[in-house]
C-alpha cells in the first residue's frame, strides 16, 4: 500500500484527480472505477474543471460504478446513477452509453445481472483505475463487513451503521434503501490501480483498521492489502489514528525521487 498524507481534503481531491487525468490522456481506451458518497464529489469537481479548461475529454472513457441501489429507479433522485450524471457525466464529454451502474431492476434476477456486470467490465478489459472511498464501517462500495474477500457482484444487504451515516442523505419521509448491488471485493481488485480517498475524522478508525489491522472480513477495505497497486490518499484528520505517519511520509517522498530520475510509470 502506498499511503500518502495530506493537509487537507482540497489536496486529496487535486491529486486524486492528477491520477484519473494521467489515465485519461495516457491510454487510448481507458476504463475507470467510480465511487459515490460525499468524499468523491470534490474530485468530480477537480475532473469537470479540466474537462473545462480544454484539459482532458473522456470521449473514449468507459466507466462502471461500485454499487446502486436496489429498489429505487434511474430517474430517482437518490439514485447513484442520478448522482453520478449530477456530479460528473452531465459536465463532460463521456459517451453516457458507456457508463454502467450495477443495476438490478424489478423481477430481474440480482444474481444473473451480477453475473452479467463482471461480464460487462471483463468485456471492457477490466478497470484500469477504481475510485474507492471508505465507510465508517470500513465497507468499500457496499461490501459490508463480514463480506466474503473472494465475493463478486451481488446484492448486499446494508448495515445498520451504514443505514444510518446515510440517512443524512434522504429527507425524513423519502424511501431509504436497505439493500443494494455492489462490486464483490474480488471485483474490485481485479482492477489495475486502486484509489481509495479518505477525509475526515469520522474515518480516522477505518482507515487504522485497513492499513495497519489485520486482514479481515470485518474490515473489507482491508482487502486492499492484497491488492498490487494500492494508493491511499488520506487528509490528516483521517490519518489521525496511523501511529507510522512519518514512515509514509519519508517513503513518498522517496517515491517522488525516484519519480523525478526515471519518470512516473503506471502500468495501464
Ligand atoms: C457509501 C458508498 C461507498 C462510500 C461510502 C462513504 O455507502 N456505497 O462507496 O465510500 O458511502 O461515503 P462518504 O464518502 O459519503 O463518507
Known sequence: MQVIIFDDAQQVAVNAAEWVAELITKKKNPVLGLATGSTPISLYQQLVNKYKAGELSFKNTTSFNLDEYLGIDADNEQSYRHFMNQNLFNHV???????????????????????????????????????????????????????????????????????????????????????????????????????????????????????????????????????????????????????????YHWANNQNIKVNEEFGLYHNY
Open 93 to 247: 464529454d463521456i459517451n453516457i452509453d458507456n457508463t454502467f451502474l450495477p443495476t438490478c431492476n424489478q423481477g430481474e434476477n440480482p444474481r444473473e445481472q451480477g453475473l452479467a456486470y463482471e461480464e460487462k467490465i471483463k468485456q471492457a478489459n477490466g478497470v484500469d483505475l477504481q475510485i474507492l472511498g471508505i465507510g465508517a464501517n470500513g465497507h468499500i462500495g457496499f461490501n459490508e463487513p463480514t463480506s466474503s474477500l473472494a465475493s463478486r457482484t451481488r446484492i448486499k444487504t446494508l448495515t445498520q451503521q451504514t443505514l444510518n451515516d446515510n440517512s443524512r442523505l434522504f429527507n425524513k419521509d423519502e424511501f431509504q434503501p436497505t439493500l443494494a448491488m455492489t462490486m464483490g471485493i474480488a471485483t474490485i481488485l481485479d482492477a489495475r490501480y486502486v484509489l481509495l480517498m479518505a477525509t475526515g475524522e469520522s474515518k480516522a478508525q477505518a482507515v487504522k483498521d485497513m492499513v495497519a489491522g489485520p486482514l479481515s472480513a470485518m474490515c473489507p477495505a482491508s482487502a486492499l492489502q492484497m491488492h498490487e497497486n494500492a494508493i491511499i490518499l488520506l487528509d490528516k484528520a483521517a490519518a489521525s489514528k496511523l501511529e507510522d505517519q512519518e514512515y
